[in-house]
């Protein structure tokens, strides 16, 4: 449990930087990332470089005792490289160049940008791939942000051509996966293939689901490039990447395989504002952020790579979102000891010192623009005065686990029966009540082992292999799935026996109808002798298995055929945290509902409770210890805000 910052040095006087890596120890600092957007300093006209500074600030960084993370800095290519090869930049779906001027202005096919990007990569991992103080390397920066995922330049039109050939072979194979008899999209050659955009209407959903595999595709490929330079001159250095948080056009666990070390940017107040929450949630955490966001995050990327950690680390209001509110007194704390309590390596805050200038002068730092310690920063030597006493964290595989698969969540984009949900929402809205039940939670994929999971859910997953049904039989869990389930096959058609496809069998269900309402059409759903309101998606199905619960007009709306179980609704919200607990009770799974504010983590033998409301809670309600004194962190009164943390027997 280690803790960082992000620092540009090329932002300041030399002067400061002695004082400032001072005082970034003294603050219980040990990480430093540099250098990720400094290309122009770095190489100011091609083929001529200027290591000085760079030199300079790895010295006095390193000899204060600081180890770097150093940034390649390919997520900002200079004006001279763009004005040299205007091939490079990004085109947008109608054919206009995205211009210089800010950041992640390149294309990732562009062939001339990998070959740049490479020998910049190669010059710096040769000057600092063995420097004693250099010990991670990040390779850019947030790839896909801004809506840099996708390009439609000459160069992204000619890789998917080669990669559809590659996929495909024969022509013929492309035009049955695509089904381009209907509206007489038949193609004659690879060559005829545009991307799916600037269409009359909407475009092909095979061919989207395609090109959304083929950019995910794009992104890895760039990225092995620069880990392959890196590990080739670098030996025995971790290569990380941050990623955006709830960012889901890019395969994470895939691009994650060439990384030691998935790492992400946590900003939860302000992706608060930005996100489908209702007004009154936002309200309630304006400035403390989602309860279940940043785990979420945390969770997911702990199941891509062998080691996760949080890159950047929100201090303060940030500049980008519709509302930039400041984080409660408490929370950056509370934030960073839930990163440790989910297993993260170490956590990061961005950044140091405020910029007074540019884009991001309204981004909160550790320190203010005139280096004023900012409050937050007693919050962070608190983390670190702590972190000694509660080291080596144990992440045991929980009981329950959540699949998650990229390709579903791109197909909910490109149809999503409805057009107030998003792609990552059926996970969230299943990972939240696990969460409001005190759970912990496990993400798995397609290529994870699923021994020893008591309950496995499927929230709304539509493309699921054969491989994956069977990997469900035989794990011994009890599987939940909810409505679409199965409902495409891996080339985005409805299955030649309608949904659930591979599961209809182990469900015991086929789905005859599927229905989106509106919000004020409720779901009425009767369960034993309650009655109960699902909302958005309704499916008409046949089935021979146990009814557990029938919709109003008496349809069977929940059934179970041995240990699978499938809801033919969305259960959000209340139903959902409802049904996870009479799954975990079937399933042996202690649970209990602690509300909308108070979550928990345990790790080993060491249990965690994070209060993200408004008002205190009693601790003791749950079990924790009654005394004080038998905390390592905090006391059973806890106060909004803040965390508690106390030992107890480890988990069977």
């Given at each position: ?62 000899s204060?005792?600081?180890e770097?993370t150093l ?5 900002t290519?200079p004006?001279?490289?763009v ?20 950041r ?26 063995n420097?004693?103080g ?5 390779t ?9 995922d ?9 890789a998917?051509?080669?990669?559809l ?12 996966a695509?089904?381009t ?7 004659n050659r ?6 799916p ?8 959903p ?30 025995g ?13 890019l ?7 060439a ?10 107040i ?15 955490w304006?400035?403390?952020g ?6 979420f ?12 950690a ?10 980008w ?20 309590a989910?297993?993260a ?5 961005f ?10 002068q309204?981004h ?25 006493l ?20 791109w ?10 949900v ?13 969460r409001?039940?005190?759970?912990n ?25 054969g491989?994956?049904c ?23 058609h ?27 059409e409720?779901i ?18 046949t ?5 557990r ?12 055929n041995?240990r ?24 042996g799974?202690?649970?209990?509902d ?7 983590r345990?790790a ?18 749950i ?11 905090g ?7 803040d ?10």
């Amino acid at each position: 449990m280690k803790l960082g910052v992000c620092y540009y040095p090329e932002h300041w006087p030399e002067s400061d930087w002695p004082n400032d890596a001072r005082m970034m120890r003294e603050a219980g600092l040990t990480h430093v990332r540099i250098g990720e957007f400094a290309w122009s300093r770095l190489e100011p006209r091609q083929g001529v470089y200027d290591w000085d500074w760079l030199d300079k600030a790895i010295h006095v960084l390193s000899s204060a005792g600081l180890e770097i993370t150093l940034g390649t800095p390919t997520a900002t290519p200079p004006k001279w490289l763009v004005d040299a090869h205007p091939d490079i930049l990004p085109v947008d779906e109608n054919g206009h160049p995205r211009k210089f001027g800010s950041r992640r202005h390149y294309c990732f096919s562009s062939a001339t940008y990998r070959a740049e990007s490479s020998r910049i990569v190669e010059a710096l991992a040769r000057r600092y791939g063995n420097h004693p103080g250099v010990t991670m390397w990040q390779t850019d920066n947030e790839y896909g942000h801004h809506g840099s995922d996708e390009s439609f330049s000459p160069d992204a039109i000619l890789a998917f051509r080669g990669w559809l050939e590659a996929r495909y072979a024969d022509i013929s194979a492309l035009n049955a996966a695509w089904g381009t008899v209907f509206w007489s999209q038949t193609y004659n050659r690879f060559d005829e293939v545009d991307p799916p955009c600037a269409t009359v209407t909407e475009a092909n959903p095979s061919h989207r689901l395609d090109w959304r595999r083929f950019c995910s595709d794009q992104m890895c490929s760039f990225n092995q490039l620069q880990v392959d330079i890196i590990r080739r001159h670098s030996p025995g250095r971790a290569v990380t990447h941050n990623f955006i948080g709830d960012f889901f056009r890019l395969d994470h666990r895939d691009i994650s395989r060439a990384l030691d070390v998935a790492t992400w940017d946590s900003y939860p107040i302000g992706l608060l504002s930005e996100s489908q929450s209702t007004e009154e949630q936002k309200a309630r955490w304006l400035r403390a952020g989602d309860p279940d966001f940043a785990a979420f995050n945390h969770d997911v990327f702990r199941a891509c790579a062998p080691r996760w950690a949080v890159m950047e680390q929100q201090p303060g209001p940030v500049n980008w979102a519709t509302y930039n509110a400041a984080p409660a007194p408490g929370m950056v704390r509370l934030w960073t000891w839930e990163a440790f309590a989910h297993g993260a390596a170490f956590v990061s805050y961005f950044r140091w010192r405020q910029a007074p200038f540019a884009q991001e002068q309204m981004h909160a730092g550790l320190l203010a623009p005139d280096r004023t310690p900012q409050p937050v920063l007693e919050e962070v030597r608190a983390v670190g005065r702590k972190a000694a006493l509660i080291a080596d964290l144990k992440q045991e595989k929980a009981d329950v686990a959540i699949f998650l698969d990229y390709p579903s969540l791109w197909q909910h984009e490109i149809q999503p029966h409805g057009n107030r949900v998003g792609p990552l929402e059926p996970s969230r809205t299943v990972y939240a009540a696990c969460r409001r039940l005190g759970l912990n939670v496990d993400f798995v994929f397609s290529d994870t082992p699923l021994d020893g999971y008591r309950i496995i859910l499927v929230p709304s997953v539509p493309i699921l292999s054969g491989e994956t049904c069977e990997a469900f039989k035989s794990s011994g869990a009890l599987v939940f799935a909810t409505a679409l389930t199965g409902s495409r096959t891996d080339c985005g058609h409805i299955p030649a026996g309608l949904a659930p496809g591979v599961l209809a069998e182990a469900f015991g269900v086929r789905v005859e109808q599927l229905e989106t309402l509106p919000p004020f059409e409720k779901i009425g759903i009767r369960i034993n002798d309650q009655n109960f309101s699902g909302g958005r998606w309704r499916e008409t199905i046949t089935t021979g298995a146990d009814v557990r619960a029938r919709f109003a007009k008496g349809e069977p709306a929940w059934v179970r055929n041995g240990r699978f179980q499938y809801a033919a609704f969305w259960p959000g919200g209340d139903l959902m945290v409802e049904l996870v607990k009479r799954l975990c009770g079937e399933a042996g799974v202690p649970c209990r509902d602690i509300g909308p504010d108070l979550r928990l983590r345990r790790a080993g033998d060491i249990q965690f409770a994070f209060n993200y409301g408004p008002g205190r809670q009693d601790l003791r309600q749950i079990g924790a210890p009654d005394e004080a004194g038998d905390y390592l962190i905090g006391a059973p009164d806890l106060a909004p805000h803040d965390l508690a943390v106390w030992k107890t027997t480890p988990a069977n």
